[in-house]
């Protein structure tokens, strides 16, 4: 979508090497209920034209993460890489409202120079803020970004998880969770 504005509002995914399975999906595509990892001639059946799909270009992702992480090198005091699309920054020192500055900035900052949309979430654990993230991403009320910064907003947040939704568990451990009436990360 950063290379061709004319995708902007439409469903896109990724595929896998040799095109075999998708591997990324723009929030269209989630919203139309593409899920990971679903075979490309599945999605095809189910979903025809409605969905544009490209093959995998690793380079120009590590091109891309390289500058959104350098942006936000620039802008924090330090941070955790933790994957081609993640990491973990510290605000540490910072008030709580330099640290809501701090998250609009990051949000604007990479948006105008790279064209991908961020999501930042704010919290004193890395889960949480994983949580916090989530949120973000998923209600447009917060502007790209969540904080969690209290008790209170701690438990609603977990309260209103769905427990798939909790970092590294997957969904055959969900149904599990589930199945023993563990319904949310609360």
Not at 57 to 71: F, K, Q
Not at 98 to 124: D, F, H, L
Not at 150 to 155: C, Y
Request: aromatic residues 10%; positive net charge.
């Amino acid at each position: 979508k950063v290379f061709n504005p004319a995708l902007e509002g439409k469903a896109v995914v990724v595929l896998s090497n040799n095109d075999g399975c998708v591997v990324s999906r723009s929030q269209e595509a989630k919203d139309m209920g593409v899920k990971m990892g679903v075979p490309a001639y599945q999605m095809e059946e189910q979903f025809g034209d409605k969905i544009v799909q490209f093959s995998s270009n690793y380079r120009l992702y590590g091109d891309m993460s390289r500058r959104v992480m350098s942006i936000l090198q620039e802008l924090v005091p330090s941070m955790e890489i933790y994957s081609i699309d993640e990491c973990f920054a510290s605000f540490e020192g910072m008030g709580v409202e330099q640290i809501r500055q701090k998250a609009e900035e990051i949000v604007y900052k990479v948006r105008k120079y790279t064209g991908i949309p961020v999501c930042v979430g704010i919290a004193p654990t890395k889960t949480l803020a994983k949580v916090a993230n989530w949120y973000a991403k998923h209600y447009k009320g917060y502007r790209g970004y969540c904080i969690i910064d209290d008790e209170q907003k701690r438990e609603k947040a977990l309260q209103l998880l769905e427990i798939g939704e909790v970092w590294g568990i997957g969904r055959r451990y969900s149904r599990f969770l589930k199945g023993e009436g563990v319904h949310t990360a609360y």
